[in-house]
């Protein structure tokens, strides 16, 4: 039963647009939320995180969006440069077990140049 | 640079036999977590270790998975028997968790494990 989801396995982005991933949850007492990004042969890397207490956080090209009330966040990037090409994973975790983290199962994003 | 090391990178083996997966957690770092990638579910965490103690593999099979921190550097997964299914990509990460608060997790680059 996975409690968070990404339900695109893919996304393609022209290089200088803006690339739009989604994720959902199930779970109300998820406070934290993170997004991940992996290249391949590579371990998963922190990108941004987001709080409950916000619905905005904003890291250079990197925005994280969320909305509680839709048990949904997003994350953009702008603008997307190829070397984004990668697969980005979202992460929630709650005040119920605030050290596991609940990942979706990934998007992968190619820009293309 | 501090970074979470895993040993081995490859491992190929034949079914039935035993694989033991390394991991070195960044210096400082009390939660270690495993986690496991396949191409259907994603990232499935396995179990996670707080101060070396086992807080939680409820996400690994029981009867052939086990988890084991000998001392603060060194964090081991063991398969015993290896099972074709259990093939996939493991990682190990390492983060700081202070009272409430989980810091984020830091990945190693991973076990990658086929089992023939």
């Known amino acids: 039963d996975q409690q968070v989801k990404q339900n695109s396995p893919s996304l393609s982005v022209q290089e200088g647009r803006i690339s739009i991933l989604n994720c959902d949850y199930t779970n109300s007492m998820f406070d934290y939320f993170l997004w991940y990004k992996k290249y391949p042969a590579e371990g998963p890397t922190f990108l941004i995180s987001i709080s409950s207490i916000k619905d905005k956080n904003e890291d250079g090209r990197f925005t994280v969006f969320l909305n509680k009330s839709a048990k949904h966040l997003s994350l953009h990037i702008v603008p997307s440069q190829p070397g984004d090409s990668a697969v980005y994973f979202c992460?929630?975790?709650?005040?119920?077990?605030?050290?596991?983290?609940?990942f979706g199962s990934g998007t992968k994003l190619n820009v293309k140049p | 640079d501090a970074r979470v090391t895993q040993t081995p990178r490859h491992k190929v083996t034949e079914m039935g036999q035993e694989v033991t997966m390394r991991c070195q957690p960044i210096?400082?770092?009390?939660?270690v977590f495993w986690y496991r990638q396949t191409m259907m579910q994603g990232l499935e965490l396995l179990a996670y270790f707080r101060n070396r103690a086992p807080l939680d593999d409820s996400g690994m099979p029981k009867d052939r998975f086990s988890a084991e921190m000998p001392d603060a550097t060194l964090a081991t997964l063991k398969i015993q028997p290896s099972e074709p299914r259990d093939s996939a990509v493991y990682f190990c990460a390492s983060g700081l968790a202070a009272g409430q608060l989980q810091e984020t997790q830091y990945f190693g680059p991973g076990t990658r494990l086929l089992v023939l």
């Open positions: 992460a929630a975790s709650g005040i119920h077990n605030f050290n596991k983290f609940y």
């Open positions: 210096l400082g770092h009390n939660t």
